[in-house]
């Protein structure tokens, strides 16, 4: 079972990979997605400035607005556009403008308000003067316009007219594929009956905002309706119909969730979509020349070549109308741009293909090649098998461009070849871990006995496992819990193991990450060293810095456990640097990793100092002396028991210089020099800063006649 493992984790690490494609999450769409965009950047679709049919944009652009008036044009200007274009020959003339209000600017509409005192002088000449909307009625009345509708899922909608085109789908109803919508936001009834078609002209971005795909027929109440484009095209081409594919066995695997629409025809013109009729969106990069100024039309400086036999679709590009949508290409396009590429599209049959079965030939396809890799893996060894992940990853990608370069077939090469490395990495990882299987069983089990850096020592270099030593410059850390005994005495076993466990644990894990090798641990009291077994430069500030944080912490759990009713006391803590022994010390039934020398026996001492003198921490000069940004103020010279040679110790300030440190060390350079003032300067310290321990301690000392810095400590 051992050997069969990493094969049978493989496979289940397959699995899991297989469904997370058939659930096909926001975050794989989008590197889909971002992929074919890149597709699309790298080949865009190529523009034809002379097709058959030519598709054109009568742009209400900024200029326009200027010359013409605000937004929006008022509906006599709309009247004359199409009458100009049906002039001109033009095969059929959508509006990209929602028609939904009446003309605020037309004669009837500024009469209605209008105080009603004062409409009867001016209604016999609003009677004679051309209503603005009966005027455009007019205009689309004379044939081959389509107008523009918005579908909506609820609220106050407008009915809609039937359909002027019939579906044909030989192989069942197709309904139940398209996006459904209960109403939509019409232009006016007079407009809509007079219109030779209308269309949906919103647009549905994916989940990152870009517009990829549109569809093409959708239903609102039961009833099929198209796009503007589309429908545009059927007016251009005079068909009644539009014929829908849906694949015979429906989706491949029955993995698909999107229905089994394959495409449809309008006319004589195939369109390939996905399962939900929607087609995806092939773009040029934007034309000057399939863009016609409105004024320049109106002004008459527009050349009747220019739209003879052409689809035209009359929109905005004006920036301060918002209709602007980010396409694949980069950047923002005029939705009217989009609806013109579509119809160009529909026209050139030039498609993005991605059909119904495409997800699950997908995850058919990413079974076969993990397999494939798999097989392959198990045959050859470490190097082969990374120039089998390198060969089907690049294969995939490549597959995929050319697909997408030769016929416009988008394959996800992306998916795929992220199981693969995944598949890849579970089985080298797994094959290769049973090597480590002793490495990692020592390691684990002795980190529960010595310091974590030994246990690496010993791993990495095995000739560490000798007895004898050297002598080596290392820092100590020396802790114990203030009346340890005391709480003994009064703690249930229940109570104490706990939460001795827990002081410990954390002390230790503060020692091990800053790369303390422990000493011992005798009952609440731990010693650490550094700069052993593992050289370490810094190994003073490991120390004062470990140091500074067991102190933060116990001072917190002190605080904690007291206002839980235990009795826990203050941490003292004793840093210093010296010279020592170090090694493996005993004989050869049991050894033991650790150090020897004087330095030990002081900083214990320091530690213990701690209690005589009020503070938490006591650093001796020479650990101050290695740390370059140390801060802190002097204690004294101690002279410890058991010493000839009094040294130098000081209290670190974790939180920086504050007026009571910078009054002490006033203080105290006037001891030090034996100035006469220095008593005075103690007495006013005392004063001002009444919870300073040192500041108390040296104002005692030289009440009893003691005037220098010299400490002498006759307990341990």
């Known amino acids: 079972m ?106 009837s509409s500024i009469l209605s308000r209008l105080p009603e005192t004062e409409r009867p002088a001016f209604q016999s000449l609003i009677d004679r003067l051309p209503d603005h909307d009966a005027e455009l009625e007019r205009a689309v009345a004379g044939g081959r316009v389509v107008l523009g509708f918005s579908p909506a899922d609820s609220g106050e909608v407008d009915p809609l007219p039937p359909p002027r085109f019939r ?30 078609g209308v269309g949906a002209q919103d647009f549905w971005p994916e989940t990152d905002g870009v517009v990829r795909r549109f569809p093409l027929l959708l239903t609102i109440g039961g009833e099929v309706y198209p796009s503007l484009a589309a429908e545009a095209v059927r ?17 491949f695997l029955g993995l698909d969730g999107e229905g089994a629409i394959s495409g449809l025809r309008i006319g004589a013109h195939p369109v390939f979509t996905d399962g939900r009729g929607r087609l995806w969106l092939h773009f040029t990069p934007s034309r000057r020349e399939r863009y016609l100024p409105a004024w320049k039309l109106l002004a008459g400086e527009i050349s009747p070549e220019q739209i003879r036999n052409a689809i035209i679709f009359v929109g905005t590009s004006a920036k301060g109308l918002h209709d602007l949508r980010y396409i694949p290409l980069g950047g923002a396009m005029p939705g009217v741009e989009i609806q013109a590429q579509i119809a160009e599209q529909i ?130 850390v020396f802790t114990d819990l203030e009346d340890f005994t005391r709480l003994v005495e009064k703690a249930q076993p229940g109570e104490l193991i706990p939460l001795l466990n827990e002081y410990l644990n954390a002390m230790i894990r503060i020692g091990f990450r800053h790369g303390g090798t422990l000493d011992k641990i005798v009952g609440d009291a731990t010693a650490f060293f550094f700069n052993a077994p593992v050289p370490q430069a810094d190994h003073a500030e490991r120390a004062l810095a470990c140091a500074l944080e067991m102190d933060a912490f116990a001072s917190a759990f002190s605080r904690r456990k007291r206002t839980e009713g235990h009795a826990v006391g203050t941490t003292r803590i004793g840093v210093h640097t010296g010279s020592v022994i170090v090694g493996n010390m005993g004989g050869d039934i049991l050894f033991n990793y650790c150090a020897h020398g004087d330095a030990i026996n002081t900083a214990s001492r320091l530690e213990g100092a701690n209690k005589y003198l009020g503070t938490r921490i006591c650093v001796s000069g020479e650990t101050a002396g290695r740390c370059k940004r140390f801060l802190g103020r002097p204690v004294g010279n101690l002279l410890l028991k058991g010493k000839q040679d009094a040294i130098a110790a000081f209290e670190p300030l974790p939180d920086g210089e504050t007026e009571a440190s910078a009054a002490y060390r006033k203080a105290y350079a006037l001891l030090e020099s034996n100035s006469p003032d220095a008593f ?34 006759n307990d341990k």
């Open 2 to 107: 051992k050997r069969l493992f990493p094969i049978w984790l493989t496979l289940a690490v397959l699995f899991g990979a297989v469904m997370l494609r058939a659930q096909d999450p926001v975050f794989l769409s989008t590197l889909r997605h971002a992929l074919f965009d890149a597709y699309q950047r790298w080949k865009p679709r190529p523009y034809q400035p002379s097709p058959p049919i030519p598709v054109r944009i009568v742009d209400i652009d900024e200029e326009s607005l200027s010359r013409l008036g605000q937004w929006p044009l008022p509906r006599n200007l709309q009247a004359e556009i199409v009458e100009r274009l049906r002039d001109m020959g033009a095969k059929a003339i959508a509006f990209d403008i929602l028609f939904a209000e009446p003309d605020r600017s037309s004669p």
């Open 167 to 196: 579906i044909v789908a030989p192989r069942g109803d197709p309904r139940p594929h398209f996006l459904r919508f209960d109403g939509a936001v019409t232009a006016l009834p007079a407009l809509v009956a007079a219109a030779g």
């Open 235 to 251: 007016v251009a081409l005079g068909v009644d119909e539009i014929s829908v594919r849906i694949s015979a066995s429906g989706p």
């Open 347 to 476: 026209l050139q049959r030039d498609y993005l293909i991605r059909p119904d079965w495409a997800d699950s030939a997908e995850i058919a396809f990413i079974g076969l090649l993990s397999f494939a890799v798999l097989a392959l893996m198990l045959r050859f060894g470490p190097l082969m098998s990374v120039l089998i992940w390198g060969l089907a990853t690049m294969g995939t990608f490549a597959q995929s461009l050319q697909l997408y370069s030769a016929t416009g077939l988008l394959f996800d090469p992306v998916f795929p070849a992220m199981t693969v490395l995944l598949v890849y990495i579970v089985m080298s990882v797994t094959r290769h871990a049973h090597s480590e299987g002793e490495r990692r069983w020592i390691r684990e089990a002795f980190k529960s006995y010595v310091s974590p850096n030994l246990v690496e020592e010993i791993i990495n270099h095995p000739a560490t496992l000798q007895l004898g030593g050297e002598r080596r410059e290392l820092s100590f």
């Open 680 to 713: 005075h300067a103690f007495v006013d310290l005392a004063e001002r800063f009444p919870d300073d321990p040192l500041a108390a301690l040296h104002l005692e000392r030289m009440r009893r006649g003691d005037r220098c810095v010299t400490i002498t400590l």
